[in-house]
Nanobody, 121 residues
Framework: QVQLVESGGGLVQPGGSLRLSCSAS????????MGWYRQGPGKQRELVAL???????AYADSVKGRFTISRDSAKNTVYLQMGSLKPEDTAVYYC???????????????WGQGTQVTVSS
């Protein structure tokens, strides 16, 4: 059993900052990658940023230069520092982890419950 618990969402004014956190717990053998996705009103879920076990990162073009993903491997935790926020960043943000659990033979994706980020004046 694996759980991803997110925190840090909320209401922020345009130009402001927020930091999201996501911690994975359970019978985890290893984590291949962790990332953040978001789903805005009436939109499909999209990748925001991800970080691999090797520390490689990738970002959606829309957030490059504004968002930074980082991780604490010892705590199985990933962070998303969001800056220069815009109203179009408003969405539910979901944490994702691709990992292998003890006794499993292949990795699979796990998801958090989502945290709302609203950018509005």
């Amino acid at each position: 059993q694996v759980q991803l618990v997110e925190s840090g969402g909320g209401l922020v004014q345009p130009g402001g900052s927020l930091r999201l956190s996501c911690s994975a717990s359970g019978s985890i053998l290893s984590i291949n990658a962790m990332g953040w996705y978001r789903q805005g009103p009436g939109k499909q879920r999209e990748l925001v940023a991800l970080i691999t076990s090797g520390g490689n990162t990738a970002y959606a073009d829309s957030v490059k230069g504004r968002f930074t993903i980082s991780r604490d491997s010892a705590k199985n935790t990933v962070y998303l520092q969001m800056g220069s926020l815009k109203p179009e960043d408003t969405a539910v943000y979901y944490c994702n982890a691709r990992l292998i659990t003890m006794g499993a033979i292949r990795s699979r994706d796990y998801w958090g419950q989502g945290t709302q980020v609203t950018v509005s004046s």
